[in-house]
């Protein structure tokens, strides 16, 4: 129901847009997401969009990452600019939905971002 796309190999300082199409079954929507995990790491947020506009992101990415959300597409972006060797992970998109009083997560596969020269 998540389809995320649009990783690959990036030179150091260079920039990626990360897509992630959300099926129009998924209703009520009250958080987008982007998380990103490394071997033998936990999966860390990296940039939230909260209903109503409000975003946060992890104090690494800031300044240099930016996440927005197309709702003709339903479709949540990852703007990621001046990219670090570090930023090296496997990114997912994540969706938060409520309905009433049942909470719903839903999570894309997964796109590979690799900073290297």
């Known amino acids: 129901q998540l389809q995320a796309y649009g990783g690959g190999l990036v030179q150091p300082g260079g920039s990626l847009r990360l897509s992630c199409a959300v099926s129009g079954s998924i209703r009520s929507i009250n958080v987008m997401g982007w998380y990103r995990q490394t071997p033998g790491n936990q999966r860390e947020v990296v940039a939230k969009l909260i209903s109503g506009g409000t975003t946060d992101y992890a104090d690494s990415v800031k300044g240099r990452f930016t996440i927005s959300r197309d709702n003709a597409k339903n479709t949540v972006y990852l703007q990621m600019n001046s990219l670090k060797p570090e930023d090296t992970a496997v990114y997912y998109c994540?969706?938060?939905?409520?309905?009433?009083?049942?909470?719903?997560?839903?999570w894309g596969q997964g796109t590979l971002v690799t900073v290297s020269s």
């Open positions: 994540n969706v938060v939905s409520v309905v009433v009083t049942t909470k719903l997560e839903y």
